[in-house]
């Protein structure tokens, strides 16, 4: 289940909204004023108790939601780093696996911003970014360092290599698993008993409790909006950008490198 954009939360809220009071007359018209009236101790006890579970569970799964979407934010600027580390640790290399490492970053992070973002937002990963991540860990298969700063720097961009690569599975998981259908099953049904005990009241003024209704409905609405938006981290209108993997690209062509320092005549004195 995949929500991209504000439509969908008007559709969420709106039509939560619309199903409420429907779901109000409806029970008004199969009860008459005086049965309702004569349950409402026993309506209200169990009303207590419902709201308050539903209340509990809709609480936890937004707090799951926004916490999902703020660890997305954290994977990816955390594999973002790692993959500038790479780049920047292969500089003492030799040039042949220098060059080899460097066309390896540059060519995933290509293939993670052009490819596989797009297909992030449909729950979908890029077979060529994963390719493109597997010659990153392979290219480095045959070399052996001989120099001191070699063994120095060789375990070190091993660690960011497997570092990369635990990231980005950790990236295209969140992306393909949002909110399990189970607990969106239980929001919704949560949310139809929690109104039909709404409607179980009866308040002489009905404007009135239509107006209570739509209140309440529009709560419990903006609540699920807000699990459709955080659960789904890459898809939607609030979305995790993939600006860091553009910050690494243009460090890979050089875009951040010192400008030439030109000589100047010295200004004239006085």
């Not at 709560?219 to 981290?233: D, T």
Request: aromatic letters at 8%.
């Amino acid at each position: 289940m995949i929500y991209t954009g504000t439509l969908n939360g008007l559709l969420i809220i709106g039509g939560g909204v619309i199903l409420s009071l429907l779901l109000v007359i409806l029970v008004r018209s199969r009860f008459n004023p005086e049965q309702l009236t004569r349950a409402h101790d026993a309506t209200g006890n169990l009303l207590a108790v419902v709201g308050t579970l539903y209340a509990v569970m809709l609480g936890l799964i937004v707090v799951d939601a926004m916490v999902r979407f703020e660890k997305a934010i954290d994977v990816v600027q955390a594999e973002s780093t790692c993959l500038a580390d790479i780049y920047v640790l292969a500089q003492r290399l030799p040039e042949t696996q220098r060059t080899r490492v460097h066309d390896a970053c540059r060519a995933y992070a290509v293939a993670v911003v052009e490819k596989e973002w797009p297909l992030m937002a449909q729950g979908l990963v890029s077979i060529d970014a994963r390719k493109a991540g597997l010659r990153i860990l392979r290219s480095l298969d045959d070399f052996e360092p001989t120099t001191e700063a070699e063994k120095a720097i060789f375990p070190l961009i091993l660690q960011a290599m497997q570092a990369t690569w635990d990231n980005r599975r950790e990236r295209v998981g969140t992306a393909e698993y949002g909110i399990p259908a189970v607990e969106w099953v239980a929001l919704l049904l949560g949310a139809v008993v929690t109104v039909v005990f709404a409607g179980l009241f009866h308040v002489e003024n009905f404007r009135l409790q239509m107006l209570i209704t739509a209140m309440a409905a529009l709560v419990i609405g903006l609540n699920l909006y807000l699990v459709s938006l955080f659960g789904y981290p890459f898809a939607g209108d609030l979305s995790v950008s993939n600006r860091p993997f553009q910050v690494d690209i243009g460090m890979f062509d050089g875009l951040f490198d010192e400008a030439p320092i030109h000589d100047r005549e010295p200004a004239p004195a006085g």
